[in-house]
């Protein structure tokens, strides 16, 4: 059985061609892709780096935690490896789940032992 080319259409374009320039297009809009040209690819926390396949463990991060806020110039963004950016969105749900108490919430003094107090005196004995 013979197979059948996909026919152009008059303007020599391939219908499956197009759609994936068009998908290649759409793609590079993205603000990942924007990020991805405007930072190297280092993530931001552990400073790691990134090339090639490992490319796509690289993820954009933002900062104010609002994925509508894609300023032009990229300054709401980071980028983060996976394991960076799953830890940054886990502290604040941690946080949210154990609220750290403060002394001053608890009617408590704050604290008053000063452990360097006397480093001067020392200091100065010794010479």
């Known amino acids: 059985m013979a197979q059948q080319k996909p026919r152009a259409d008059g303007d020599g374009i391939i219908p ?3 759609a994936a320039r068009r998908n290649r297009e759409r793609v590079e ?3 990942r892709q924007r990020a991805l040209r405007m930072f190297p690819a280092v993530c931001a926390r552990c400073g790691r780096e990134f090339a090639g396949k490992r490319l796509r463990e690289l993820t954009v991060h933002h900062k104010d935690h609002n994925h509508d806020n ?3 110039d990229g300054s709401n963004w980071e980028l983060l490896c996976v394991y960076c950016h799953d830890y940054e969105h886990t502290k604040y749900m941690d ?4 609220p750290a108490e ?3 919430e608890r009617g408590e003094p704050p604290a008053t ?3 360097f107090a006397d480093l001067a ?3 100065k004995s010794k010479k």
């Open 113 to 115: 032992y000063k452990p």
């Open 29 to 31: 809009k993205t603000y």
């Open 70 to 72: 894609n300023p032009p």
């Open 102 to 104: 403060r002394a001053s």
């Open 121 to 123: 005196d020392l200091l």
């Open 95 to 98: 946080e949210e789940l154990y």
């Open 16 to 18: 499956a061609d197009a």
